[in-house]
């Protein structure tokens, strides 16, 4: 296995050793075990989707915790019964398995379906009013703005205040 070497960056910043530890715990914890498969999309500014393939899990079977930064899904084996005779092949996976995702700042989980084999779950960018960044005004009112996003949406809250 290759290791990442952030040397040269972490020399050019300061205050991102979280990050570059995280990144490397990261490649070392899923450098081998690839199932289940899965899909990460962005669907828009602030929504994502994690699609994962868990074809013969039903719903009770999966266990999905959030928790800050950091969502944990499970899939717990189950014993097959069959009455019908002795299985001869069994070449549909029934393992166990722990996925973890670790999640950016203010994202929450905002639903989980499972339908035809593939478990989707929203994930949303929630960022608090406080947290957004703000005009100052220099040497002039003392009123703060909001900074309208890049899609608008916050111009009425500026034109208001």
């Known amino acids: 296995m290759s290791r990442l070497d952030f040397t040269p960056y ?30 990460i ?4 500014e602030d929504n994502y989707r994690i699609t994962l393939a868990v074809a013969g899990f039903r719903p009770e079977d999966i266990d999905i915790t959030a928790q800050a930064n950091l969502m944990v899904v499970q899939g717990k084996k189950r014993e097959e019964t069959d009455d019908n005779g002795e299985m001869l092949h ?6 166990g398995f722990e996925r973890r995702f670790e999640l950016a700042d203010y994202v929450r989980v905002a639903n989980a379906d499972l339908a035809d ?23 002039g009112t003392p009123t703060l703005t909001a900074v309208p996003d890049s899609d608008g949406s916050d111009e009425d809250e500026a034109s208001a205040a």
């Open 117 to 139: 084999g593939l478990l989707v779950i929203d994930l949303v960018r929630e960022v608090p009013d406080a947290m957004k960044p703000k005009k100052i005004a220099v040497n």
């Open 41 to 44: 999309a962005k669907r828009g």
């Open 90 to 95: 069994v070449g549909i996976a029934n393992r």
């Open 10 to 39: 972490r020399r050019s910043t300061v205050g991102f050793d979280c990050l570059f530890d995280m990144l490397e715990s990261q490649a070392r914890a899923n450098s081998g075990d690839n199932y289940p498969p899965f899909n």
